[in-house]
């Protein structure tokens, strides 16, 4: 299979990297038919898979028509192909895709009638659609592959752009709860202050009516002097109850204060380094959406 020379190069691109983008490239070309050699024409196909574009190739064949195609030692063959965008007649189509180091090649031989090819010499407009109709194979089928990394990679984008969310969310969240433990704290300590006035007041009270108490003869007065008591050890009770759960609140307040004081800054660092992944994945998509476009301007 040798070419003759290259008839179109739809982008020529200096190399920039692995994924930059490929030249697909349309060249006048021969195929070997069993003994025959018969003019044609050869694409080439950047970073797709084989399968894929066999699959796809085979696929576009056979569209619209029975014939199926038949495959013999690497080369396919159809009979009767309806392919509008070349002729409106039937054709028949003979092709090969060889797999190379970056990117396929796909050879096609376009028969009109018995022995008559499609080749420039058969006339410039029917050559030219030939032309236009693998070039558009391979433009799809790069396309596609295209359009995978760019989404791949802005699926990447909005994972961190997600994960920066949740940070800055988590940040603001240990903000606020700093701000509800310090109202809190302020809070309980007023009810300590309260409380302990309560305790002063009771105490005092306790030691007196206690006194009466010792001194009062059995009686209904006595018994009314005990439940005054009882009242008065009950407030006091209260009040040592309320005065150990704010103790315990305000403990654990500062307890959550101390934990959001020291990991606001490890947030803060890690919301640094996950913008500056953000800036590299944005330059890293640009790049595969830069490539994409221009793909798709070929």
Not at 60 to 81: C, H, P, R, W, Y
Not at 204 to 222: H, Y
Request: avoid cysteine.
């Amino acid at each position: 299979m040798k070419t003759k020379f290259t008839l179109i190069i739809l982008v020529i691109i200096p190399f920039l990297g692995i994924n930059a983008q490929k030249p697909i490239i349309v060249s006048e070309d021969t195929l070997q038919i069993g003994k025959s050699l018969v003019p044609g024409l050869s694409v080439t196909i950047p970073e797709v898979d084989f399968e894929k574009a066999l699959k796809t190739w085979t696929r576009d064949l056979q569209t619209g028509t029975k014939s199926k195609v038949v495959t013999e030692n690497g080369e396919m063959s159809i009979f009767g192909a309806k392919i509008k965008a070349i002729s409106p007649n039937q054709i028949n189509v003979y092709s090969k895709l060889i797999k190379l180091d970056s990117m396929l090649q796909l050879i096609a031989s376009f028969e009109t009638k018995k022995d008559q090819y499609i080749e420039r010499s058969s006339g410039e407009p029917e050559f030219a659609k030939a032309q236009d109709y693998l070039k558009e194979f391979a433009k799809s089928q790069y396309i596609d592959v295209a359009k995978g990394q760019a989404d791949a990679e802005e699926k990447k984008l909005r994972d961190l752009q997600k994960e920066l969310s949740s940070l800055e969310n988590e940040k603001s969240k240990m903000q606020k709860g700093i701000q509800t433990d310090n109202s809190t704290i302020a809070s309980e300590k007023e009810n300590i202050t309260i409380q302990n006035n309560e305790l002063n007041t009771v105490s005092a009270a306790l030691i007196e009516q206690n006194s009466q108490l010792t001194a009062m003869e059995e009686g209904p007065a006595k018994k009314e002097k005990a439940e005054q008591i009882k009242e008065l050890e009950k407030r006091k009770k209260k009040a040592q109850n309320s005065i150990e759960s704010s103790e315990k609140k305000i403990n654990r307040s500062d307890s959550d204060i101390n934990q959001a004081t020291g990991d606001i800054p490890r947030n803060e660092r890690m919301q640094e380094k996950v913008r500056e992944q953000i800036f590299q994945q944005e330059a890293v998509y640009q790049r595969f959406a830069d490539k994409l476009k221009k793909i798709k301007s070929y």
